[in-house]
Structures are given as C-alpha cells and as structure tokens.
C-alpha cells in the first residue's frame, strides 16, 4: 500500500521559510522512473505543479519559483523536502506531495498525500 | 506555458447520467495527459494517464480519449460518489500545467 502524507507549519510569516516534508512508504525513490513532486492549491483556485525530484536525483521546478525552492531526498527515511524562500501570502495554500510514476507517455501522479493547508500571515 | 482549458467549469447532473468533460491545451501535449478527481480535504485521486490509460483500481464506467490539443473524459453512468471536482494535466512542457477543474454537482 502506497501512502504519502505531508508535515510541517500551518502558518508562516511573511519573509520567512517554508520547509515541508513529504513521508512516504510502500515504495522506494531509487526505483527508476519514479518522483516525488509537490503541487499547491491556493484557496479557491486551481492547482499548480511546484517542482519534482526524480529517483536518480534529477530535479525539475517551475520557473516561476526556480529561485525561491529547493526539493531534496533522504531516500533511508522515505523522505522528501520541500523548503520555499521568502513566503509571501500569495504562497498560502494546500500543499500536497504526490509519487510521479512514468509512463510510456510522460509522467503522472499515481498517489497524493492528503495536503497541508499553510496560511502565510503576520 | 501550455494553457489547460477545460469546459465545462461547472455542471449538474443526476445518478446514472452520461458525463463528459473536455479539456483543450493551448499547444499539443501529445498524450501527455491524465485525468484526477478531488474531493474537498482528500487526496487526489488519478483516473486516467497517458490520455486514455486507466488507472489500476479506477472503475470502468470512467474513460478517456484524445491526444494532441484535445482531450474528453466520460463518466458512462455517474454514481453518487463520482460528486467532485475533475482536472485534466500535461507533463509534456515544463511547468507542467492543469486545467481550472470542472466541479460535478448535484
């Protein structure tokens, strides 16, 4: 059984760090063709893809927050990281971690974690 | 960025109805597209990949086609726990990108 469940802070202050951490069994990150990816839901809008890392440790991002995340693995624990830089209360959302399993055509996300609702505020 | 259009944002529909959600990218995604429902405090769950896979465990009353720019999925006879809100997405460009959702009520 496959199972994703993410931790950390439900509130952060404006500037400050955000650092999220994805726990995942029932499958290993140094199989090939698998990723860890994290993908947000402000309240009341759509979701957005943030970034992924790949069982050799290849790392994709969005350009639009290339410069504020970082995504690091810590494949003994089942582990993933998710540390975003200078929050802004546009960064409020649910964040979820979700496995990224490749297919013959790309990649999709086959197990998500349930979500962490994270409210940026002073 | 590939803009993910679906349509329609909303409808209503009743138990045992035919449903059928398009979404449209701005540019081909090839079939680098699947499918997700989302209930409001869940986990997203996946349907469909490579725009017209099932995924494992998913029932068969959900299918998919399409490839390119344009995509369906259809629900042949909704069911009362198929109430939820759907997004097509594309991995073919980075960022990866999903549509606004379509949200099925009653």
């Known amino acids: 059984q496959i199972t994703l469940k993410e931790s950390g802070p439900t509130q952060v202050k404006p500037s400050q760090t955000l650092t999220l951490t994805c726990t995942f069994s029932g499958f290993s990150l140094t199989t090939t063709g698998v990723g860890v990816g994290w993908i947000r839901q402000p309240p009341g809008k759509t979701l957005e893809w943030l970034g992924l890392i790949y069982w050799d440790d290849d790392k994709r991002f969005s350009p639009y927050l290339k410069t504020r995340l970082t995504i690091t693995k810590d494949t003994s624990k089942n582990q993933v990281v998710l540390t975003l830089t200078s929050m802004d209360p546009a960064d409020t959302a649910t964040y979820h971690c979700?496995?990224?399993?490749?297919?013959?055509?790309?990649?999709?996300?086959?197990?998500w974690g349930q979500g962490t609702l994270v409210t940026v505020s002073s | 960025d590939i803009q993910m259009t679906q349509s329609p944002s909303s409808l209503s529909a009743s138990a045992g109805d035919r449903v059928t959600i398009t979404c449209r990218a701005s540019q081909t995604v090839s079939k680098y597209l699947s499918w997700y429902q989302h209930k409001p405090g869940t986990a997203p769950k996946a349907l469909i990949y490579?725009?017209?896979s099932l995924q494992s465990g998913v029932p068969s009353r959900f299918s998919a086609s399409g490839s390119g720019t344009d995509f369906t999925l259809t629900i042949s006879s909704l069911q009362p726990e198929d109430f939820a809100t759907y997004y097509c997405h594309q991995t073919y460009n980075n960022p990866w990108t999903f549509g606004q959702g379509t949200k099925v009520e009653i």
């Open positions: 979700a496995r990224a399993l490749r297919s013959a055509e790309g990649y999709f996300f086959d197990y």
């Open positions: 490579a725009a017209s």
